[in-house]
C-alpha cells in the first residue's frame, strides 16, 4: 500500500497562478522532509521541470510529466525550425511523442510577445498537471504535483520585464555588430 502523508498535504497552502506563491519551495520541502519516508523525500527533491534524458524515475507521475513536457518542447522545436528552414532532427529529445500536442504548440508558437507565449505554455502545463492530480489525495504523486506546480510559479516570478528589455538590447546590439563585421 502506498504511503499517505495527510499531514503536509492538508497544511500546504493554495497555488494561484495569478497570485504570489504563497510558499518557497525551500519551505515546501522543509514541511515535507517532516513526515515524508526517506526514500520519498529523496524522489521528491529530484522533481525538474526539464525532462531527463533517461526514463529510470519508478513514479509514474514524473515519467509522464517528462513525456508531456519533452513532447511540447519538441513540437515547439518543430515549429520554430520549419520557419528558419533548418533539420528539426538534431534537437529533437527523446522519443514516444505525444501528438495530441502538436495543436497547443501551434498556438503558442503564433502568440508574437514571447512573455505571452511562455504565460500560455505556463498554464498550459499546470493545466496538465492539475489533470493528473485528480484522485491524488494524500499521496506522494499529489505532493510531485504541488512541488511542479511550484517551481512553474518560481519561474514566472523570476520575469522582469525592464531586465528582459536590457536583455533584448544588447542581443540586438551583439547582433548588429556582429552584422557590420561581416
Known amino acids: 500500500m502506498k504511503r499517505q502523508y495527510y499531514y503536509t498535504v492538508t497544511s500546504l497552502p493554495y497555488l494561484s497562478y495569478d497570485k504570489p506563491c504563497p510558499i518557497r519551495q525551500e519551505d515546501f520541502l522543509s514541511l515535507c522532509q517532516v513526515e515524508l519516508t526517506k526514500t520519498d523525500f529523496v524522489t521528491l527533491q529530484s522533481v525538474t521541470l526539464f525532462p531527463d534524458q533517461c526514463e529510470k524515475d519508478s513514479l509514474l507521475v514524473i515519467r509522464n510529466w517528462n513525456k508531456w513536457e519533452r513532447s511540447i518542447r519538441n513540437e515547439l522545436v518543430k515549429l520554430r525550425a520549419a520557419k528558419l528552414a533548418v533539420d528539426a532532427d538534431i534537437y ?42 485528480r484522485d491524488q489525495y494524500f499521496t506522494l504523486t499529489r505532493l510531485v504535483i504541488y512541488f511542479l506546480k511550484l517551481k512553474i510559479m518560481a519561474k514566472k516570478s523570476n520575469f522582469n520585464t525592464e531586465k528582459g528589455r536590457e536583455k533584448l538590447k544588447i542581443i540586438l546590439n551583439q547582433a548588429s555588430a556582429d552584422e557590420i563585421r561581416f
Request: charged share 40%; aromatic share 8%; proline share 5%.
Open 92 to 133: 529533437i529529445r527523446g522519443s514516444d511523442p505525444e501528438r495530441s500536442l502538436y495543436r497547443l504548440a501551434q498556438e503558442i508558437f503564433e502568440v508574437k510577445s514571447p512573455l505571452a507565449a511562455e504565460e500560455m505554455l505556463n498554464r498550459a502545463r499546470l493545466k496538465f498537471l492539475e489533470e493528473m492530480e
